[in-house]
């Protein structure tokens, strides 16, 4: 199947490609999202037109999005070739640069971001959109998490051909998604509530009871299809799968579950998927340990309160602690959800601040007894520890730049 | 101070609670904890009435929707609000304490009228850095951020709680609103972390005598690098 494109198009595409080498070869940035942007300019409809004759599969949410994106592409895998923005270019920009790299690809893996999934889901009539969780990010930016819900909620609506693959223990994204005509629900656990105890529909109070949760209007937790339970997924023909995965934490367990919900829509067995997964490590460098002379350095990205609740578990004890806080754009300029995360637990460890912002998590640590000190520069950071183990937890920008500077394995 | 635990009452977290406004609650308990009080924080939720017997109450910030149910649901189940108590609140706190506000939709809905402060929608959303000189109150100025779409006004029964130097503030160059012991403020989130001559003003409010100073170099540097910062993109 090969998708034929007219030629303004496939000029506007051979132009965005080299734009994209342009930047990558002279360092200027991510080359994904330069490339897209000019396609863009040239072409409106590119998008639109480089989605048309391909099975599409958009995944969004707050966190998760690269990871579950990346499973899913893996699991796909199985029946042919995947276009996907891997590089976690969420913007419509990245997602047209990653469709016009791969224009003979069948099927297409794009993770987007939360609030331009009514846009580009209105271009692409995707086939799934798996909605993962809905939660605080980037405070003075996107605004308000309910917002986003109420656009993704309409925009869904008007998607009767697509299937929903959606997180039925998060309030939000089941208000979202019980809009769809066709909703797949999955129970992958719930731990962060910090932003649904008031009812999406009417600001009620929503209460909790074990598993269940409702609302007074009626909005309340459809019974999942799927559900994760530990480290097994019971599909809804009740068979279990294993899913033993070399990423850590519940959070990728729960991103796996509902990767393995929406492969199955497009016919891929969910023990074939969970072997797929098993062959994942890491994450755009993320879970990846890299060395450094006399350091062995675990990557991780925790970049909101939600994010944060699940690196919390999976850091290792004993080992020293490096947290990188920026407040770039990109991270947002509002740093006040520092006092959501229960850094307390980073008691009695040693832990190194540092990043642009490392003033700001300085006087969090103190207020919440964290013994501490301050090395503006992370590469430092690490050089500065005894020989050993590190886990170094940054935020968006600060992941990025310290990617940038470390060696790759 | 009667008791020899300081309660800190925080209302609705769960509704006024978007930008890390535990923080203000954690300052606090911290700061008085350190000088070798006892303290304890009491989150009361909605459904509940709000005790009267609390030292000091705080009210965080919040989105359009939340923000008229929390403060209805104030306006109806805390009773002893005007006798004099402790409050600070941040932001949508700040509007709720007020006696009006208005909603994105139009919709007037009273306050608590512990401030002599009304509220409109502006014309477009304040969302950056924040520095006010204090008036007469606090010696320091006062950083934070704030993310806010309202306008305040200021009665007569009300004094700013500052001067705008940076940012928008209320909206005409004052920012904040103090009447009595009830401060409100749209430095928002947790305002006492950037500071703590603030939260040290509540709790000698509470405590009824000044407190000893507490050496944080951590925080005088934060507040000496938000400063200059913001300073220099002017
Ligand atoms: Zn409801």
Same mark, same amino acid.
């Given at each position: 199947m090969t998708a034929r494109n007219p030629l303004r198009t496939r000029a506007s595409v051979a132009a965005g490609r080299l734009t994209a080498w342009l930047s990558r070869s002279s360092g200027l940035g991510r080359g994904g999202m330069i490339g897209g942007r000019v396609t863009l300019a040239l072409d409106p409809r590119a998008l639109r037109r480089l989605g048309r004759e391909r099975t599409v599969v958009l995944v969004t949410g707050t966190n998760g999005k690269t990871t579950t994106s990346l499973m899913l592409t893996r699991a796909l895998e199985a029946l042919a070739e995947v276009a996907a923005?891997? @590089? +976690?270019?969420?913007?419509p920009d990245g997602v047209l640069a990653a469709l016009a790299a791969r224009p003979d690809a069948p099927y297409a893996v794009l993770e987007v971001d939360e609030a331009h999934v009514p846009w580009v889901a209105g271009q692409l009539q995707p086939a799934v959109v798996v909605l993962l969780n809905l939660s605080r990010d980037q405070l003075d930016r996107v605004g308000e998490v309910r917002a986003t819900e109420r656009d993704l909620r309409a925009a869904l609506a008007g998607l009767p051909g697509t299937v929903v693959v959606a997180n039925c223990d998060d309030v939000l994204v089941t208000s979202a998604a019980k809009a769809a005509a066709r909703p797949v629900w999955v129970s992958t656990g719930r731990r962060w509530t910090g932003d649904s105890t008031a009812c999406p529909r009417c600001d009620g109070l929503v209460g909790f009871q074990g598993k269940d949760w409702s609302c007074g209007c009626g909005l309340a937790r459809p019974e999942p299809g799927w559900t994760l339970e530990g480290d097994l997924v019971r599909t809804p023909g009740g068979r279990q799968v294993d899913l033993d995965l070399r990423l850590p934490g519940d959070a990728n367990r729960a991103n796996a579950a509902l990767a393995l919900a929406a492969a199955h829509r497009l016919g891929v067995p969910p023990h074939t998927a969970a072997a797929r997964l098993?062959?994942?490590? @890491?994450i755009g460098g993320r879970y990846r340990t890299i060395r450094r002379s006399r350091h062995f350095v675990r990557l991780m990205l925790a970049k909101n309160p939600a994010g944060w609740v699940e690196t919390l578990r999976v850091l290792d004890e004993d080992t020293p602690v490096i947290v990188a806080v920026n407040a770039q754009e990109a991270d947002g300029r @509002?740093?006040? #959800?520092? #006092? @959501?995360?229960?850094?307390? =637990?980073? =008691? +009695?460890r040693q832990v190194v601040v540092t990043g642009e912002r490392a003033a700001d998590l300085a006087v969090r640590l103190c207020y919440a007894e964290v013994a501490h000190w301050t090395e503006p520069d992370p590469v430092a950071a690490i050089d500065g520890l005894p020989p050993g183990g590190v886990e170094l937890v940054a935020n968006y920008t600060a992941f990025r730049d310290l990617v940038g500077r470390l060696p790759d394995g | 101070m009667a008791e020899s635990v300081v309660h800190i009452g925080l209302l609705l977290p769960e509704v006024l609670g978007t930008y890390g406004d535990t923080g203000n609650a954690q300052v606090l308990c911290r700061r008085l904890r350190w000088r070798g009080l006892d303290a304890e924080v009491v989150p009361v939720g909605l459904g509940e009435p709000v005790p009267s017997t609390l030292d000091l109450y705080l009210l965080g910030g919040g989105e359009d929707g939340a923000q008229a149910l929390a403060a209805a649901h104030l306006r109806k189940h805390w009773r002893s609000r005007s006798r004099g108590a402790v409050v600070f609140g941040v932001c949508a706190g700040l509007q709720v304490l007020g006696t009006r506000f208005r909603g994105l939709d139009g919709v007037d809905h009273d306050g608590l009228? %512990? %401030?002599d402060v009304s509220t409109e929608p502006g014309e477009r959303r304040a969302v950056a850095e924040l520095v006010a000189t204090s008036s007469g109150l606090l010696p320091e100025p006062l950083t934070g951020f704030e993310n806010h779409l309202g306008v305040s006004k200021l009665g007569a029964d009300s004094e700013p709680l500052g001067t705008v130097v940076r940012g928008t503030g209320n909206g005409d160059g004052t920012e904040g609103a103090v009447t009595d012991r009830v401060i409100g403020t749209y430095l928002h989130g947790p305002a006492l972390a950037r500071n703590p001559e603030l939260a040290d003003l509540l709790l000698s409010w509470v405590a009824g005598h000044p407190l000893p100073p507490l050496d944080l170099p951590e925080v005088d540097r934060l507040r000496t690098e938000r400063l200059t910062t913001t300073r220099r993109r002017r």
């Open positions: 923005n891997s @590089d +976690g270019s969420n913007m098993r062959t994942i490590s @890491d @509002d740093l006040s #959800w520092l #006092w @959501d995360v229960h850094f307390e =637990r980073l =008691r +009695g | 009228g %512990l %401030l």
